[in-house]
């Protein structure tokens, strides 16, 4: 068990006072801009060539020239989901909302660029993106666009939690759905009446019969269509009732979209209610064959540890910028990624302090390494 000195002997470390300050400063989606003030203040202190906040809002913070034969992008995102966490570090763990998902694998990153340093022909880009958690991820589209005109960078860390010895390759992708009815009220005692509760209860349970269909000869996860319930409400003014459904779909690769999408909407019709649809982001999962994957490979066996790889069920800003550049692109951070959104969210530090370690370790061999 970790005592008290040892906890505070550990926060003056500056990578873990980073992180601390960082959660400790609240960022909900669309209210990220005192944490991202915060995080540029840090990067123009600890030897940044620049460091700004973009116009999505983002946390910008770049070490070398742009005029760098080579940039790599670590892209995290400042924004958490709702639910106040009590900051505090008891027994070696951090807790509070955001260690995890994903200021963790974001702080990781500038602490990590920062002791690096500049090193010759290299740019590093670190960027704190808005609204990832939204599912609009509106920093890492104005990040994505920007490469694209600048020009598109030779490689890419996402921020988010896979263990400090684990990297990530793909994630799923995300559709979600809007399901509305509307009918004349009536008595509930009249015979045959149907309710209008009935009818996204109808639709749901086509729904899931679909999806399990979909699903029967693919046994693993990453290849099938996860559905979930997310909310359900009705309404009624004494003349007529309406019942609003949301759901979403975790999506496999080669997805058919507009096929899929019909086939929802015909379900929707024959439960006599209508559709929309929003937040759709393609599945992606990357090659590992490539430097910046043999580059975390090597820093993580040098810490001591086996290199695992992993495919994730969720969704993040690998998908948006991903199928876009087309360069070579992992998700890394440290953290235990089933800790996400929950009342329990906490990080090790000396996790923590490993995935920096291991970036470190990984930035300077991708630097020195070719770039095949």
Known sequence: MTTVADALSQTQKPEISLLIEAVR???????????????????????????????AGNAVAEMGSPDATRTLVLLGHMDTVAGEIPVRVENGKLYGRGTVDAKGPLCAFLAAVANVGPLPDVRFVVVGATEEEAATSRGARFIR??????????????????????????????????????????????????????RVCTWWAALKVFCQEYNQDKPRVFDQILPSLREVRTVSDGLSDRVEARVGLRLPPAMDRETLEERIRTMAQAAGGEVRFFGYEPAFRADKHNALVRALRV?????????GFKVKTGTSDMNVVGPAWKCPIVAYGP???RL??????HIGLDEYMRGVRVLELALQHWATAPSK
């Open 25 to 55: 400063i609240p960022s909900l989606s669309g209210q990220e801009r005192a944490l991202a003030e915060f995080l540029v203040a840090w990067a123009q202190e600890h030897g940044y060539t620049r460091a700004y906040v973009d116009p």
């Open 145 to 198: 666009d920007r490469f694209l005109a600048e020009g598109i960078p030779h490689g890419c860390i996402i921020g988010e939690p896979s263990g400090w010895s684990s990297i990530t390759l793909g994630y799923k992708g995300r559709l979600l759905i809007d399901f509305t009815a509307q009918q004349t009220a009536a008595h509930t005692a009249t015979p045959d009446a149907l309710g209008i509760a009935d």
């Open 299 to 307: 820093a993580i066996r040098r810490m001591g540890g086996r290199p």
């Open 335 to 337: 953290g235990d990624s």
């Open 340 to 345: 996400d959104h929950t009342p329990n969210e």
